[in-house]
């Protein structure tokens, strides 16, 4: 364990470096970086992008895959404006799309571990088929009306500081989340199945059951962020948060999460969640357009496994460059 | 005994012949499946709406997946391999940005020239995809969602530095043409994605690199059993996607009125649901460029009766789920059906 | 007057080591053209090494290899094949999208003069190839559906149509019927007829006396014996298969044998095994002995909930059970160790602690947070009582050796404080001294009231340590021994099917 947790810390330390030199340069190209409204739109901006990057880092080390997160979150964000509109209480319209999620999740969760199909293209399917779905409820309105209290949820902040009301949730499930997946015995099972599914089930893990029970979940976390999101906007539409999924993946490979499974840690994911955000944020203070930043992070994607690689191979080839002349040296 | 040793050799060659032949049958049901849908939906449109079933209908149907079907031979090359281009998107907006930039920029310059500066920027593109994976070694999956940010982010900087936006009227007409122009009365755009569609396919079942395409993404380690230059391939697929992206990206430019930095996002989608409709197995190794064309007619179809029935085009994108979802749980339950045959023949024989 | 032949491959002085264990100690081997040689040994004797030499996929620690009569590097398989060295492995190494055809003659195939892949060519001459060697398989088939057997003759097709001038064949009748082992054996004499030589791995004497002319004993990755067929008998093979003094196994100390605590009957899974019948009580060793492929591991996954039979009963301390997963197999008290442990005992990138607590997460965690300090202390247990080297308990077992590795499984499985333990082949893959330790572990398990079921290829394992012997061949128990009753050639008979 040591061993591993040496190499996780490694690329964790790199991390925060970049995360260190994110906030440097932030302060430095503008004095409005470390206010505290700055902080503010720095971390509500990511939230949704965040709290689904949760459930996604333990999918992904156990194995598999969620691409409908983002279509989920705009298919709760409708079904929410659309029982609120048809004049339901909130929290009856917050629940069911909450259940909606859960719905969803299942479907993805049983398709994967019931009919045995690849969980990459089962999610490229309910990707569209939720999208689609929220375009079928809602259509190209969006409801645009809701409760103040519910909107502040959204955009208010915890009276007395500048921290979201969304950033408490994140903060909160960071809290469940690193307690399951690093304290609890289903974190153990989620590694051992990332790692070797066969010797997990030889051990007497229920693999299929644990893997549904995590879709279920990717699922209930997509509707809070839908919640969340609509309040935010104070806007229910069906284009809301279109190709975030995208995102939240590449958030959690950042974060030194293996796309094969079995390794990685949340300590990871969430200093690149903040890397991100952090990217976002200094190239809005830069006037620089959101989507520049694509590249940014592209290339970041790219080199967080592509650097280990070519730093591995440099490595193989210096041992080798060492035994020729070792055994030379013996002639 | 003779006789029966005989026998038994006989019930073994019958067995053998049928045990062929279902296997060859499902193979080829995909295509046969694709051809019923389609008919299947000809025909319960045409009957609600008589003028479903028209030439030109038939026409705009093909003309609206031209595009899409050049772009998904390039992917099917590379899901062949048991990989993914999740950036082809992002290298189509580019590549048609750049084009029609270029036409606009120099609007005298030959057509043949613009054809094929998107062509090269899009071979370009897909060759960086083919380095990351082959000798970078990173799976495809978070090299090519890498790139899909990367050129998008690229093709932003690069219009914030020229021009936000390139109208039609920007452009010569001889450019817009190649959208409209007519070839014995076949609209260019449908002959060109056919015979993309006829090379390629023809590529894959008559030359050894294409059978080699297939044996990779069947038993990549059986693969390199064998000396097949598995890394040399799979650069020469993501490479050849990419420059399928960037023909189909100059054509973009030319069919749509307006070009900006945000063309054909997400239309990697819409070709992952072409390609596992028609049959390509998403691990590789088996598919064809029929099924795939037919994949995408069914899809373009499917949209153009929605179009016609006045179902609101909102239902389409939940059709492009359920479709997908549909193809691999049919194939999921096919596969099993017939490793259960073959092994209930096999007890009793 | 003719000159002798000259070999077609020759093999001096090979060694090779894997790990800290010696797989061959510089072998000699000689093989012809025109004669089917046999290979036999126990497992471990260093046969699938060799073959792995052979096919290039292995490169010898010191020694040389001559082709022809040439010296050669075998470097890759590709080189190989290119010398004519055709390998068709257990496991088929094929394509299953592709058909018949296509998987002969994939990155050969054949051309017409403008470059185009000949279909029609490549199919007829396929055809012509199964033809000839009487096959009734068509070249259009699918790889996908075929049998093993099959897929067999689609890589001897293969061999054939490289121009092979050697075939070795590793373990090729494991998986097939009589009837397939005949259609195999008459392709194999054809070949001889044509020139080829033939390497055939096997354990199973019968065949080798059918088929083969001459016939190598390995034991130990030591050459012991080379010499035609017709000079030898099935006595004298396995004594020169077996002959090792049993002295340097740990002596099985004395245990007491109690009631019954699992009885299986008439266990059938059609294809697999059929018929199978035993008891097994406290403090009993039972051994399950027989060749690969004999069914030992399949009756084990049964037990175990991993696959389910189709008739017959399991009764669990007088109680009829039903097992249908590892969960509740490990609920009636039953403990598994796989034979493979990279692929089904442990989580190689885990620690020592967290492989020997997976199986029993419940017991090292409060309210489901797990408990570090418990866990080790756990782990440290067992870890000291079955002697394992190692820099701690947080070290990952990927870097253990593999004696070590097997006693973390064992470690796992008896935190889960079962009644019944399932071993199979515990000792493959360690070395001698380690063995030793795992034996003096397994006995003093049984002095502690475990019943124990010891699956093993290795005969003297087997005598050594088990109460009672039962013997499976392919699939049918063949013969059952009590401890004072066993003799090594007895349960090597029953092993290979032979009637005394």
């Not at chain 2, 409709?277 to 064309?293: A, K, P, Q, R, Y």
């Not at chain 3, 034979?339 to 029993?360: C, K, P, W, Y």
Request: hydrophobic letters at 50%; a positive charge; glycine letters at 10%.
């Amino acid at each position: 364990m040591k061993r591993l947790k040496s190499f996780l810390t490694s690329w964790e330390a790199l991390l925060v470096l970049l995360l260190a030199l994110g906030i440097g340069i932030g302060s430095v190209l503008s004095p409005y970086f470390l206010s505290g409204f700055n902080f503010y739109a720095l971390t509500s901006n990511i939230m949704e992008i965040a709290i689904m990057a949760l459930p996604m880092t333990l999918i992904i080390i156990a194995g598999e895959i969620d691409l409908s997160v983002a279509s989920l979150l705009g298919l709760t964000s409708v079904v929410l404006g659309l029982l609120w509109q048809s004049g339901h209480p909130m929290w009856l319209a917050i629940g069911v799309a909450l259940l909606v999620g859960l719905v969803a999740g299942c479907l993805n969760g049983l398709l994967v571990t019931k009919l045995a199909l690849p969980s990459l293209v089962v999610t490229i399917g309910t990707l569209a088929l939720y999208r689609g779905l929220a375009y079928v409820v809602l259509g190209d309105q969006a409801v645009s009306s809701f409760p103040t209290a519910f909107t502040n949820l959204g955009f208010g902040t915890i009276p007395g500081t500048e921290l979201p009301w969304s950033g408490l949730i994140f903060a909160i499930l960071v809290v469940i989340f690193v307690m399951v997946l690093h304290f609890s015995r289903l974190g153990r099972q989620l590694y051992a199945m990332g790692n070797n599914k066969e010797a997990a089930r030889f051990s007497g893990i229920n693999v299929g059951r644990v893997k549904l029970m995590l879709f279920i979940l990717s699922g209930l976390i997509a509707a809070l962020a839908g919640v969340i999101f609509t309040a935010r906007f104070s806007s229910a539409r069906p284009d809301n948060a279109v190709g975030f999924e995208l995102y939240v993946v590449t958030v959690v490979l950042l974060g030194g999460v293996n796309i094969f499974g079995g390794r990685g840690s949340l300590l990871g994911v969430v200093l690149a969640i903040f890397i991100v955000a952090v990217l976002q944020n200094v190239f809005s203070l830069l006037n620089i357009s959101g989507d520049i930043q694509s590249l940014a992070i592209g290339l970041l994607l790219i080199l967080s496994v592509l650097g280990p690689n070519i730093a591995r191979r440099i490595q193989v080839v210096i041992a080798h460059r060492r035994l020729a002349m070792g055994s030379s040296k013996q002639v | 005994m003779t006789t029966t040793s005989q026998e038994v050799e006989r019930a073994k060659q019958r067995s053998q012949v049928n045990q062929a032949r279902l296997l060859g049958l499902v193979s080829r049901v995909r295509e046969l499946g694709l051809l019923i849908v389609l008919l299947l939906i000809v025909l319960t449109v045409s009957v609600q709406a008589p003028r479903f079933l028209s030439i030109d209908n038939f026409e705009q149907i093909l003309l609206s997946v031209a595009i899409l079907a050049i772009v998904a031979v390039g992917e099917t090359l590379v899901v062949l391999t048991r990989n993914v281009d999740l950036s082809v998107g992002s290298i189509v907006g580019f590549t048609a940005f750049v084009t029609a930039y270029f036409f606009k920029q120099l609007p005298g310059s030959n057509l043949l020239l613009g054809i094929l500066l998107g062509c090269a920027l899009g071979l370009v593109l897909g060759m960086v995809n083919g380095l990351i994976v082959s000798f970078g070694r990173v799976p495809a999956i978070v090299a090519t969602l890498g790139t899909l940010y990367a050129y998008r982010g690229l093709v932003f900087i690069v219009s914030s530095n020229t021009t936000s936006q390139i109208n039609a009227s920007d452009v010569p007409s001889s450019y817009l043409a190649l959208a409209t122009t007519q070839i014995f009365g076949i609209p260019a755009l449908i002959l060109i994605a056919a015979v993309i569609a006829v090379i390629v396919g023809y590529f894959l079942h008559a030359s050894q690199a294409g059978r080699q395409l297939y044996s990779v993404g069947s038993n990549p380690e059986a693969a390199n059993m064998i000396g097949i230059r598995r890394d040399w391939l799979v650069f020469a697929a993501f490479a050849a996607s990419g420059l399928l992206c960037g023909l189909a990206g100059v054509l973009w430019g030319a069919r749509f009125a307006t070009v900006d930095s945000t063309n054909a996002t997400g239309l990697e989608l819409a070709v992952i649901a072409a390609v596992v409709v028609g049959g390509v197995n998403i691990f590789g190794g088996s598919g064809t460029i029929l099924g795939v064309m037919l994949g995408a007619i069914v899809l373009g179809t499917l949209q153009n009766a929605l179009n016609i029935l006045n179902v609101s085009q909102f239902w389409l994108q939940a059709l492009y789920g359920a479709a997908i979802l549909g193809a691999v749980v049919l194939d999921a339950l096919i596969t099993r059906w017939v490793q259960r045959t073959i092994l209930s023949r096999r007890k009793k024989a | 007057m003719t000159n002798p032949p000259e070999p077609i491959v020759e093999l001096i002085g090979i060694a090779k080591q894997f790990g800290g264990v010696q797989a061959l100690r510089g072998v000699d081997f000689r093989l012809f053209p025109g004669e089917v040689h046999a290979l036999v040994g126990e497992n471990g004797a260093g046969k699938s090494t060799l073959v792995k030499i052979l096919a290039g996929i292995h490169r010898p620690d010191s020694g040389t290899v001559k082709v022809g009569g040439e010296v050669v590097e075998l470097r890759s398989p590709t080189q190989a094949q290119a010398l004519g060295i055709a390998v068709v492995q257990q496991e088929p190494m094929l394509f299953p999208d592709l058909d018949v055809a296509e998987n002969v003659f994939m990155g050969r195939h054949p051309r017409d003069r403008f470059g185009r892949v000949n279909w029609k060519r490549m199919y007829r001459e396929v055809d012509q190839l199964l033809a000839s060697l009487d096959v009734s398989l068509s070249s259009r088939t699918p790889v996908q559906g075929l049998s093993v057997a099959e897929q067999q003759l689609v890589e001897i097709a293969k061999a054939l149509s490289i121009k092979a001038r050697v075939l070795v064949l590793d373990e090729p009748t494991a998986a097939l019927s009589s009837h397939e082992v005949d259609e195999l054996f008459a392709i194999v004499k054809q070949l001889r007829e044509r020139g080829v030589a033939i390497l055939f791995v096997s354990h199973r004497l019968e065949e080798v006396f059918t088929i083969a002319d001459r016939l190598t004993v390995f034991r130990d990755g030591t050459h012991i014996i080379t010499a035609p067929v017709s000079q030898m008998n099935t006595e004298e093979i396995i004594k020169h298969m077996v002959g090792r003094e049993l002295s340097n196994l740990f002596p099985k100390g004395e245990a007491e044998i109690g009631e019954v605590v699992l009885e299986v009957k008439q266990l059938t899974r059609p294809g697999v095994f059929a018929d199978v019948n035993f008891q097994l009580r406290r403090g009993e060793i039972l051994g399950l002995a027989g060749l690969v492929g004999a069914g030992r591991t399949e009756v084990a996954r049964v037990l175990f909930g991993i696959d389910r039979a189709e008739s017959g009963e399991i009764w669990l301390k007088g109680k009829k059970v039903r097992i249908r997963s590892p969960q509740q197999a490990m609920e009636y008290g039953i403990a598994y160790v796989p034979e493979d442990r990279h692929q089904q005992g442990l989580v190689m990138n885990f620690s020592i602690a967290s492989n020997v607590t997976l199986a029993i997460l419940q017991q090292v965690s409060r309210l489901g947070l797990l408990d570090p300090r418990r866990e080790r202390k756990i782990a440290s247990a067992y870890s000291s009582q079955l002697n394992v080297r190692s820099a701690g308990v947080e070290q990952l077992v990927n870097a253990l050796s593999g004696g070590n590795q097997q006693k973390v499984v064992l470690g796992k499985w008896l935190a889960t404080n079962p009644s019944v333990l399932i071993l199979d082949e515990p000792t493959r893959g360690i070395d001698v001294g380690a063995k030793a330790e795992v034996h003096r572990i397994i006995s003093e398990l049984a002095a502690r009231g475990l019943a124990i079921i010891l699956i093993s290829s290795e005969l003297p394992e087997v005598l050594a340590m088990a109460d009672r012997v039962i013997v499976l061949h392919e699939g049918s128990v063949t013969g059952t021994f009590a401890r004072s009753e066993a003799t090594q050639e007895r349960v090597m008979f029953a092993a290979t099917g032979q009637e005394r």
